[in-house]
C-alpha cells in the first residue's frame, strides 16, 4: 500500500508551458520518489501530475502540470 506524503511547497508562478513551478521548503532524497507522480488537494481530488524535478538537490524546482484550473497556494499530497 503506498503512502500520503504531504508536500510543503512554496508558488513560484507559471512557465511557458503553463506548468506551475513550485520550490519545495522541505526535501530529502527519498522525496525523489514523486517525480511522475500524481498530485492531489487536500479533498484528495487529483489535481495534476508532477512533470520534473529539477535545481539543487537540498530545496529543488517542481513542475507540475495541472489537470484544470487550481489553487497554487493549496496544500498538497502525493502518494510514494
Excluded at 484528495?44 to 487550481?70: M, Q
Aim: without cysteine; glycine residues 4%.
Amino acid at each position: 500500500m503506498r503512502n500520503w506524503i504531504k508536500l510543503d511547497l512554496y508558488h513560484l508562478g507559471q512557465s511557458k508551458k503553463r506548468h506551475q513551478i513550485f520550490r519545495a521548503k522541505k526535501w530529502n532524497e527519498n522525496l525523489e520518489r514523486i517525480f511522475k507522480k500524481p498530485i492531489y488537494n487536500e479533498k484528495y481530488e487529483k489535481v495534476g501530475d508532477i512533470k520534473d524535478i529539477f535545481g539543487p538537490k537540498n530545496l529543488p524546482f517542481i513542475s507540475i502540470k495541472g489537470t484544470e484550473v487550481f489553487n497554487p497556494n493549496d496544500v498538497f499530497y502525493t502518494k510514494i
